[in-house]
């Protein structure tokens, strides 16, 4: 599409192929009033590593569990397209339907969200509990097919040993690479990120990153992003949008966002903060 | 519509001012009625009279407080009812002494008249205690139950133990009854869905009646259903077991971290999973604990309920103290003092580890 888009993809020098997502004039309107979204729209191509920026309020968090319907959006469209190629619209599933939708969207957030008292290795579990009927999961019989995915994917966010923990023995971002590992044992399509790495130090931030990154080039799973700090977004991104008052103002690659982009985004006077 | 909510809310507070004014108004009236006109005993007894008396007060006191409303005077009501915002703004304004202020004299006065009253209700007579021949009968009482007769010790620690597996069984039945319907009970799982929403309200309007019935009148009521004997007490602190465990178990789970539910519903688990999953993990303690502590509170209560018909050592206490046997009443006293103080030491340690 855009020239931007396709610098995008030079840049990050891996296959970035058709749409998976394509979002239409999205909008959200919660119970209380609230007009999180007024009518949002943009393309996900399968396999990029999209961000979404924008200021605290702007509904970036509401973006995502629209797509994946923690929660519901009140009006728009999410066309979904899977890999046989076969179109489903996100925003219009009902029931059942809801939860096999979120089966195939994974998703981490800000606090891990994990179960701190039970161990790492259920945690990672749970990431099955979309395929496992509820009298199973709950003895706990999973299938060893499950339980060598999960144990798996454990080893491929480098915390195999900790099996065994509670969550809640674990540091933040240990615990933020077990909610990576729960997601990916749901064989998710797309990985949504809702500010993965704002409560962790500098450090520890770039390792979550990292771990994305890795899962986003070698699984080839497509990753939607929200991120807080510009200098990460120019590292990790394949491409950005920026939401302001539940719309969308920007779209294009990380290298694009000047200062005067900035200061649209993120109101005049606004001062850009440097993370390495 | 962050003002929208502002007008919602001042207008509920408003009725509950206008309300309580209202209810206060006529409390006084009331009294004042009764002080000047002294009404005879049959007055005092043709309720439907009175009612309508009270209920035209309350009228008047309504549109008292809805004038007084409209002339910015702050009455009681106000003062409690009134949203934060509005009692902000007002604290420029001088601090009038509270005897000076309309919502100041309507609290003391209601609380000097309920005082007046309730000496009056008790019959207070502190002298009658200190009649030479009624003191001294009570000390003697007093002897007779301070050495106890140990002959019937054995019986007694037969029928505590009754007492304790009657408030034993009440909690076991209670908790997994009581387990199913928190979830039922807890707005945050239920709430979602009008049909839920429907189920919670049913639920929460039962057992908010039920919990308000004692477990007294329980026992009395089972007492004549099933025969007199612990298996009557037992029932009855069920049911109220039930009432009460449920109503604390969902708050505990009104009370979960989102967090937990979110990532358990992100991966496309199902309902029942959710709440196994992200939200039992977060009260069995809790419930644990509040389970211990009610068995402990059963306890006590079985033992008051022997005195109905509800078996155990309450129905062994009532009849040596209805033949006035003081000496084996203070054994029976002792035991259960006993008892109790070890089951609350116990429930205290227990949830102390939980914790
Ligand atoms: N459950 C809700 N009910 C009502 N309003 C909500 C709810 N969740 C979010 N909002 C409102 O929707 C708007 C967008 O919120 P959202 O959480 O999506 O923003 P965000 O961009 O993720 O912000 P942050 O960077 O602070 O996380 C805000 O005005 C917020 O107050
Ligand atoms: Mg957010």
Same mark, same amino acid.
Request: glycine content about 16%.
């Given at each position: 599409m855009s020239a931007s888009a396709k610098d995008s993809q030079s840049r990050s020098g891996q296959a970035i192929g058709q749409h998976i997502l394509q979002v239409r004039n999205l909008q959200k309107t919660y119970p209380n009033g609230t007009r999180a979204l007024r009518g949002v729209s943009f393309d996900v191509k399968r396999g990029e590593?999209? #961000? #979404? @920026? +924008?200021?605290? =309020? /702007? =509904?970036? /968090?509401t973006m995502l569990r629209c797509l994946n319907r923690l929660h519901h959006p009140t009006g728009g469209e999410v066309l979904y397209t899977d890999r046989q190629g076969q179109q489903l619209d996100l925003a219009k599933c009902q029931g059942d339907e809801i939860l096999e939708v979120r089966r195939r969207i994974g998703m981490i957030f800000q606090h891990f969200n994990l179960i701190p008292r039970h161990s790492v290795l259920e945690n990672v579990l749970y990431g099955s509990l979309g395929r496992t009927s509820s009298l199973k999961s709950i003895l706990g019989m999973y299938s060893a097919e499950d339980q060598a995915k999960a144990m798996n994917f454990l080893k491929l966010v480098g915390i195999g040993e900790k099996a065994h923990f509670r969550a809640a023995q674990l540091s933040g971002g240990q615990q933020q690479r077990v909610a990576i590992a729960r997601?990916?044992?749901? /064989?998710?399509? @797309?990985l949504l990120a809702d500010e993965p790495v704002a409560s962790l130090d500098p450090a520890t931030c770039h390792v979550v990153m990292d771990y994305l990154k890795k899962v986003n080039q070698e699984l080839g799973l497509t990753i939607i992003c929200n991120l807080h700090f510009l200098s990460l977004v120019r590292q990790y991104a394949t491409r950005v949008i920026a939401l302001k008052g539940g719309e969308l103002v920007y779209e294009g690659s990380p290298a694009d966002i000047d200062e005067a982009w900035f200061s649209r985004i993120y109101g005049e006077g606004a001062k850009e903060v440097h993370i390495n | 519509m962050a003002s929208a909510e502002v007008v919602v809310s001042s207008g509920g507070a408003k009725f509950r001012q206008t309300v309580f004014d209202a209810v206060v108004f006529a409390y006084l009236a009331i009294f004042a009625v009764v002080v000047v006109y002294r009404p005879s005993e049959e007055q005092m007894l043709k309720l439907g009279e009175n009612a309508s008396l009270f209920g035209a007060f309350v009228v008047i006191g309504a549109i008292l407080s809805v004038v007084l409303q409209h002339k910015n005077i702050k009455t009681l009501g106000w003062m409690i009812y009134a949203p934060p915002h509005l009692k902000q703004r007002s604290q420029d304004e001088l601090v009038a002494p509270m005897h000076k202020t309309l919502w100041g004299v309507q609290l003391i006065l209601s609380v000097v008249v309920t005082t007046v009253v309730g000496f009056v209700m008790t019959k207070i007579d502190v002298l009658q205690l200190l009649e030479a021949e009624r003191f001294w009968h009570a000390m003697r009482l007093f002897g007779e139950l301070a050495s106890p007769n140990l002959e019937i010790l054995p019986k007694a620690v037969l029928k505590i133990i009754e007492t304790i597996y009657i408030a034993f069984m009440a909690t076991a039945i209670a908790v997994p009854i009581a387990f199913v319907l928190s979830f039922l009970m807890a707005r945050n799982i239920m709430g979602s869905s009008r049909v839920g929403f429907g189920i919670y309200f049913a639920l929460r309007t039962i057992f908010n009646v039920s919990r308000? @019935? %004692?477990p007294v009148l329980w026992a009395i009521i089972f007492s004549i259903w099933a025969t007199f004997g612990p298996f009557a007490g037992m029932l009855a602190l069920t049911v109220h077991s039930i009432a009460s465990l449920a109503k604390q178990y969902s708050e505990y789970v009104e009370s979960v %971290?989102? +967090?937990? *539910? !979110? =990532? *358990? !519903? /992100?991966? +496309?688990? +199902?309902?029942?999973?959710? #709440?196994w999953f992200a939200v039992v993990p977060q009260v069995v303690l809790p419930y644990i604990s509040y389970t211990v502590y009610r068995w402990d509170t059963n306890v006590r209560m079985a033992t008051i309920l022997g005195f109905v018909g509800g078996g155990g050592i309450g129905t062994m206490l009532m009849e040596y103290q209805g033949q006035a046997k003081w000496p084996e009443v203070g054994c029976i006293i002792l035991v259960i003092a006993t008892v109790v103080w070890i089951m609350d030491t116990f429930s205290a340690h227990v949830r102390a580890a939980i914790k």
């Open positions: 590593f999209l #961000v #979404v @920026i +924008g200021l605290s =309020g /702007s =509904g970036k /968090s997601a990916l044992t749901q /064989s998710p399509d @797309i | 308000s @019935i %004692e %971290e989102d +967090g937990p *539910i !979110e =990532g *358990i !519903e /992100s991966t +496309g688990a +199902g309902r029942l999973q959710t #709440v």
